[in-house]
C-alpha cells in the first residue's frame, strides 16, 4: 500500500473475504452441478445400451416362437403380439429417455433466428408424411427475429407442431393457429421478449392436468388412440429452457389447446 491508499477498514476487508467465500462457495456448487450431470448422463447411456440387447433377443424369440407354431392357439398368437409390441415400445422409451438426457450437453448458440421461417420448414416437412390430412394452417409470417439455437428451437417446434397435429386429426377441417404479440415491459424486465402462441382446435384436456402434461412418458389417452410416448412437451420445454426461453399450455376438454412461448426479442 502507498502512503497516498486510504487504509482498509476492518468492514471492508470483511465484505471482500465475505464476497471470495461467496464466489468459491458458487464455484464448488457449479462443479458439483456439472458432476452431477455428467454422471446421470452417464447412467442413462448406460441403461439404455445395456437393455437394448435383451429387448432385441425377446422380440426376435417371440417372433421366432410364432413362426416355428403356425398353429399356435388366437390366444397364443396374440400373447406374443403383445411381447413384441411391448419389447418395442420399451425400445422407443429408452430412446427417449437417451434424447431427453443429452438436451442438457448439447452446445448452444443463441443468435437472431426467423421464427417464421422456421414454423414453415416444420410445417412442410409434418405435411409430406401427413398428405391426407386437411388442415387449415393460419400462421403469421411478421414473427420478429428472436434470440435462440436455431436447431434447439427448430426441435421444440417440430414436437409442438406435431402435437397439434395429431390432437386435431378428428376435427373437419383442423385448424391450427400461430401469433404472436410483444410482452410490455412490466412482464419481462430483463429484456424485450416476445409470446407466441400456438393454438389448435383439437380435443384439448382438463385444465387440472396441465402439469401432468410435462412429465415423463405422461400420456392422457392410449397409445391405440394417439400414438407417441408423451415427451413432446417435456422435450420442447427442455429445449426452451437452454436458451432462455419458456412455455406453458391451456386448454380445455375437447376445445383444443394453446400453447405459449417466451424468447428474448433479437435486436
Known sequence: MSPSDPPTSPADAAAGAGGAAVAADVAQLRAELAQTQAELQDFVYTVSHDLRAPLRHIFAYAQVIEEDWPDAPLEMRGHLATIRSSAQLLTQQLDGLTQLSRIANQPIQLQAVDVSALVRDRVDELMQNKPERKVQWKLANDVPH????????????????????KFSRDR???????????????????????????????IGFSPEQTEKLFKVFSKLHPVREFEGLGLGLLLARKWLASMQGMIGIKGTLNGGCCVLITLPLAN
Request: no cysteine.
Open 172 to 202: 373437419d377441417p383442423a385448424t391450427i393457429e400461430l401469433t404472436w404479440r410483444r410482452l410490455p415491459a412490466t412482464v419481462a424486465p430483463q429484456s424485450e421478449r416476445i409470446e407466441i402462441s400456438l393454438k389448435d382446435n383439437g
Open 146 to 165: 428472436v434470440v435462440a439455437d436455431a436447431p434447439g428451437l427448430s426441435q421444440a417446434l417440430s414436437h409442438l407442431l406435431d402435437n397439434a397435429l
